[in-house]
């Protein structure tokens, strides 16, 4: 059988993909240089290599000793407020280094890839909710870098014959329903594990940033969709690959409030959560969701089983109180 590689499968979006594609009977082979992935998120059984995007002869070993039928790409640094600070680490990483990746791809056959993309290629929306056709307009260097691939992809296709889809993520959230693995980030910067560990007692408190804006609490509202959902999106958009090649959103059209999640933490765990109110972090949308019943369902045929914030925290939870990284 020929083997699936996964870039980044270490990370949280990725071993949740990989964890989901061993389930569905793919034999996977994951790739990470575990500047922020975890060994221990992937699954007993399951090949290792540890290589990095920025080194195309770590990639050379890997795709020399495996025989790939297609790329599962997580690998890239996610910190949009790093990416003002250090734009080079991005570019550098999150371009230039899937240019390696692809370039691997190229010289050893393997035409296919399913690419980690985000809402934050939009920018601040100019309408909602956001579907495909939204204008593209990234406010950071992080959506940057994920647009450039995404362009870079329409013309390797075009002149290489890549078949590809680019997930653009909502907001990734929720651990596996098992609690095996789960979102464990250094720094943690995502709301849900903050409410969740300040509830816990692990933080002093959640710091909710910005209670003015236009929206109907005042806090921002965010499209959060379940790490497992995003997995099964993968595996039907590669599967799909001989037939479409493109760009799809993948939320639940769900829009859920800073103080929405804070209550439904308080609700899942049974306790209060410290709360303390906070300027506005900069580069923040007041709203930003999927527009439902796009391409995500009526081409790749994928629904989100979870549609209940207060089910998506309970994975989280359930991961929190037990932890392994
Ligand atoms: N928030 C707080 N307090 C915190 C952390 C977050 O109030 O301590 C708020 C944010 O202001 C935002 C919401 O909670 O309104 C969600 O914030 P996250 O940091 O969890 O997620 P983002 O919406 O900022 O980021 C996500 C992805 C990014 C992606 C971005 C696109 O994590 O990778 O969506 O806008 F770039």
């Known amino acids: 059988m020929k083997k ?36 221990e998120a992937v699954p007993q059984g399951v090949a290792f290599e540890k290589a990095d995007l920025a080194d195309p002869s770590s990639l050379e070993a890997v795709f020399g000793k495996y025989d790939f039928e297609a790329v599962l790409h997580f690998a890239a640094y996610a910190y949009v407020g790093e990416s003002v600070t250090d734009p080079q680490k991005y570019y550098q990483n999150n371009v230039a280094g899937t240019l390696n990746l692809l370039a691997a791809m190229k010289k050893h056959g393997v035409h296919k890839i399913v690419f980690s993309s985000t809402c934050a290629t939009y920018g601040e929306p100019q309408y909602t909710p956001i579907d495909e056709k939204h204008p593209q307009n990234p406010i950071n260097p992080y959506g940057r870098t994920k647009l450039m691939i995404e362009q870079a992809f329409g013309d390797y296709a075009r002149a290489y014959g890549l078949q590809y889809a680019a997930l653009r993520y909502f907001n990734a959230a929720g651990a596996a329903a098992d609690g095996s693995i789960g979102e464990s980030h250094n720094p943690e910067t995502h709301l849900i594990p903050l409410v969740l560990q300040a509830i816990d007692g692990r933080r002093p408190c959640i710091k909710v940033f910005g209670t003015d804006y236009p929206t109907p609490d005042g806090t921002c509202l965010r499209d959060y969709i379940h790490v497992e959902d995003l997995a099964s999106a993968h595996r039907l958009a590669l599967e799909k690959l001989d037939t479409f090649s493109g760009y799809v959103n993948l939320g639940t059209g769900v829009k859920t409030s800073v103080k929405d999640i804070i209550a439904a933490a308080e609700n899942v765990t049974g306790k209060k959560c410290p709360v303390e109110n906070a300027p506005r972090r900069a580069g923040d949308p007041a709203e930003l969701y999927a527009a439902a019943h796009g391409p995500a369902e009526t081409v790749l045929g994928w629904k989100p089983r979870y549609m209940q914030i207060e089910d998506i925290i309970a994975t989280a939870w359930k991961w929190e109180l037990n932890r392994r990284y």
């Open 4 to 39: 699936i590689l996964v870039m980044g499968g270490a990370g949280y979006i990725g071993s949740h993909a990989v964890k989901h594609f061993v389930q569905e009977g793919y034999d996977c082979v994951v790739a990470d240089n575990l500047v922020y992935g975890h060994r």
